[in-house]
């Protein structure tokens, strides 16, 4: 008796620990359907990642190896990804923690059926804090949609997108000591696209997570505590075609 009470404690612990990650995609407002594990590379949990060094911190998979299939697009469409905290069918589950304040940036990389690290991505939308809101309180009153347009002019072909929410909650210090518990969470996810079209343009900003991506950088090491004028996320401005 006093064992499954125990366990169902730390059941209940676990689910009320587990974060946002992306359940399914829409194209142009179409719900694609479930793509955990089947177009979206999806994590074992979706606890976050705070080492640099980490190649989960590009997927949040160890080894993020393709899945069975991609979604398909046309270059221009406007796609939503949709996060949830735990299960987007329990009606008392939520998108995100309000405190994880911070930024929700999209990337985009050739297709590789192996762990997309290196330098292969570039940045195709950003959102820090605009209007006196952080992206996740926008993300939030969207229950867990993010929209960005795919660039007219990108070339057909199969790629990886990949959108992250950074938590800036601890980012009043720099990461990379655990013994801190400080710097930015990040909860990356990666989807399998198949993008039709007749633009010819490539992106081209050669992007590395694991080694572009560094402590002390000011989107990465931000309190948010404190008054701010301005909010700048990490990496490139996006790449529009
Ligand atoms: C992506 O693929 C295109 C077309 O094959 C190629 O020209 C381009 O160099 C590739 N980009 C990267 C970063 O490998």
């Not at 990461?175 to 007749?198: H, K, L, N, V, W």
Request: charged share 25%.
């Amino acid at each position: 008796m006093l064992i499954s009470f125990a366990a169902a404690v730390v059941a209940l612990a676990h689910h009320a620990s587990a974060h946002a990650t992306v359940f399914h995609v829409s194209v142009n407002g179409k719900d694609q359907g479930d793509g955990v594990d089947k177009y979206i590379r999806s994590p074992g949990n979706n606890e976050p990642i705070t080492d640099l060094a980490d190649p989960a911190l590009v997927c949040n998979v160890k080894g993020g190896t393709e899945v069975g299939s991609s979604v398909k697009a046309a270059a221009g469409d406007k796609l939503t990804f949709h996060w949830w905290h735990y299960n987007p069918d329990d009606p008392n589950d939520f998108p995100l923690d309000d405190s994880h304040k911070g930024a929700v940036l999209t990337w985009i990389a050739n297709y590789t059926s192996s762990d997309p690290t290196g330098p292969i991505w570039s940045k195709l939308a950003e959102e820090g804090f605009e209007g006196g809101k952080w992206a996740t309180m926008k993300l939030i009153e969207k229950k867990g949609a993010v929209e960005f347009s795919l660039p007219k002019a990108l070339a057909k072909g199969k790629y990886l997108i990949r959108q992250e929410i950074i938590a800036l909650h601890k980012a009043d210090g720099p990461g990379g000591d655990p013994a801190t518990d400080r710097g930015a969470e990040f909860y990356p996810s990666c989807a399998q696209f198949e993008i039709s079209g007749d633009g010819g343009k490539v992106p081209d900003q050669d992007f590395d997570f694991n080694k572009d991506y560094k402590y002390d950088d000011k989107g990465l090491f931000f309190n948010l505590y404190i008054p701010f004028d301005k909010y700048t996320p990490p990496g490139p401005r996006p790449w529009k075609g």
